[in-house]
């Protein structure tokens, strides 16, 4: 049915965004529908939603948070208590990529590391000042706010995109950095300008390619990087191990192959959701929406988190499938969004 019906009930469902479902279907699910279902890990899909799902403060997520603290059988918590809905299913849904890059760099400057990752400064009144204006005219030098200084200009133009990441250092330490704010420019795809100037076409194009592209070309390589008016500033985060994940958008450490970053006016942080991804990789697994992102928007989109370092990079990069993507909701909430006719 048409989700106009939200207006009526996203009182009591204040997980959602009213404006944004006005116009998008809604439909529930049976588990047989889910492609692959039987075969997952739900044990792992399970451990991955104990760890954010004590931050959902929404009624019935609160409930069903302390029943899955009792780890009951995994399988059996997601059948009983979630129905699976598919929200704008006559879309195919848009799967990308994500991951967590290594970049070299510095506390000081030199030679070698000259290009800093910046805090966010005081008194930002969005819109900023753009990426141009602040690489070119260099009107945060001298300021105090640099973090580090990495050596490689395409990857920290990267590690923006990607929104967090680890810098590590001449003596063997690491800091992790993640996302801190933004100039609040609209965010425009450098590969999908590539596309639009004929040089590639758009399956050929992924992150290896452009920072290949780049470095092949430094001049007009630059000016491409400032085709994204965007510019994101990073804060220092502290995770409890350095084998945990980076933070996600609920602050609480994100895993490889289970976290997924969603539009949250479509899809609750928190929220377990049964993607099917085809392409030439196919993916049939229960995640856990857990992170946000400035190019993920609509109801059948999502990014799969692949994990730390260059691999899990190249295969986060080679990335763009169409699919679909269900949403396990409570079932009290399902039943108010999709009523019983």
């Not at 931050?55 to 069903?64: K, S």
């Not at 699976?84 to 799967?95: K, R």
């Not at 596309?195 to 399956?203: C, F, K, L």
């Not at 993507?325 to 108010?336: F, G, K, Q, Y």
Request: with cysteine.
């Amino acid at each position: 049915m048409r989700a106009g019906f939200f207006s009526l009930v996203l009182c009591a469902v204040s997980l959602f965004s009213a404006e944004a479902m006005a116009d998008v279907s809604a439909e529930i699910l049976d588990f047989d529908d889910l492609d692959g279902w039987a075969d997952d890990d739900h044990e792992a899909a399970l451990e991955v939603f104990l760890n954010t799902c004590p931050d959902m403060d929404e009624g019935e997520w609160t409930r069903l948070c302390a029943v899955a603290q009792q780890r009951p059988n995994a399988r059996s918590f997601f059948e009983l208590f979630f129905r699976p809905v598919i929200f704008g299913g006559e879309d195919e849904a848009l799967f990308t990529g994500y991951f967590e890059p290594e970049l070299n760099g510095s506390l000081t400057r030199t030679g070698r590391f000259r290009y800093p990752v910046y805090r966010m400064p005081p008194n930002v009144v969005e819109p900023w000042h753009t990426r141009r204006e602040i690489e070119e005219d260099g009107i945060l030098e001298g300021r105090g706010l640099e973090i580090a200084w990495v050596d490689d200009p395409v990857e920290l133009f990267f590690l923006q995109i990607q929104g967090s990441g680890r810098i590590n250092l001449p003596d063997g330490r690491t800091i992790r950095v993640g996302y801190g704010g933004r100039n609040g420019h609209q965010y425009r795809s450098i590969g999908q300008e590539l596309v639009r100037r004929g040089i590639y076409q758009a399956h050929q194009v992924s992150a290896q390619v452009i920072q290949s592209w780049v470095r092949r070309n430094p001049t007009a390589g630059r000016e491409l990087l400032y085709h994204n008016p965007s510019y994101v500033f990073f804060r220092i985060i502290r995770t409890r191990s350095s084998a945990d994940g980076p933070l996600g958008a609920m602050n609480r450490s994100i895993t490889s192959m289970r976290s997924i970053a969603v539009d949250p006016d479509f899809t609750p942080l928190g929220a377990p959701v049964w993607i099917e991804k085809d392409g030439a990789n196919p993916l049939r697994r229960l995640m856990i929406a857990q992170d946000t992102g400035s190019a993920i928007q609509g109801a059948q989109r999502a990014d799969v988190f692949y994990g730390t370092g260059d691999d899990a990079g190249l295969e986060a990069g080679r990335i763009r499938d169409p699919g679909r993507m269900i949403v396990l909701l409570p079932i009290e909430i399902a039943n108010l969004i999709v009523p019983e006719v």
